[in-house]
């Protein structure tokens, strides 16, 4: 018998043992459950977190509004129209135009073929000129812009991107087929 196993009596090993274990799994559980409490944390918070630089939330009527209000547009949130809409499969005609639209202001329809998103539309309240009923459409796919225009619902209308300095040129006249095709 060694020095050691002489020291605890008979039994007493047995308890030594249990309560070295027991202290470890405590600690271990107790870890474990700070470790879980703050992955739950930063899920929580990471929506914050990986907003760009600030960028508003456009899943929200608040964000959208924030949105056009940089671009220089002001809504009336009243009046607030959504739909889900498909991209064609292919870019013909009217839609070549519309793309063309996008392209200038960085977007581009191509990347999005065949695919859905969400339609917004809004009156705009603040559009130079006094022209008549303007609506600002956003085109939404997992909250970031895929496309958008400001356009009069005049039957010779206008139709141009979101930024106001497009409103300030002569606006293009409203988007029509064209005998080519595009």
């Known amino acids: 018998m060694t020095t050691e196993q002489a020291r605890i009596p008979r039994g007493g090993r047995e308890k030594a043992m249990a309560r070295k274990t027991q202290g470890f799994t405590r600690k271990k559980i107790l870890t474990l459950l700070l470790v879980c409490a703050l992955i739950l944390l930063l899920l929580f918070t990471a929506k914050s977190v990986f907003v760009k630089d600030g960028a508003p939330d456009l899943n929200?009527?608040?964000?959208?509004?924030?949105?056009?209000?940089?671009?220089?547009?002001?809504?009336?949130?009243?009046?607030?129209?959504?739909?889900?809409?498909?991209?064609?499969?292919?870019?013909?005609?009217?839609?070549?135009?519309?793309?063309?639209?996008?392209?200038?202001?960085?977007?581009?329809?191509?990347?999005?073929?065949?695919?859905?998103?969400?339609?917004?539309?809004?009156?705009?309240?603040n559009y130079p000129g006094g022209t008549g009923k303007v609506i600002v459409s956003l085109y939404l796919q997992n909250g970031e812009v895929i496309a958008g225009d400001v356009h009069s619902t005049a039957v010779n209308g206008f139709m141009h991107g979101l930024s106001r300095s497009e409103a300030s040129a002569s606006p293009s006249p409203a988007l029509s087929p064209s005998p080519t095709g595009g």
């Open 60 to 125: 929200t009527i608040e964000g959208r509004e924030a949105y056009l209000k940089g671009l220089g547009w002001d809504i009336d949130r009243d009046s607030e129209s959504f739909r889900s809409v498909v991209v064609p499969q292919k870019l013909e005609g009217i839609m070549a135009q519309y793309n063309k639209i996008q392209l200038k202001q960085g977007f581009d329809l191509n990347k999005h073929l065949g695919e859905s998103c969400r339609q917004y539309c809004y009156d705009v309240t």
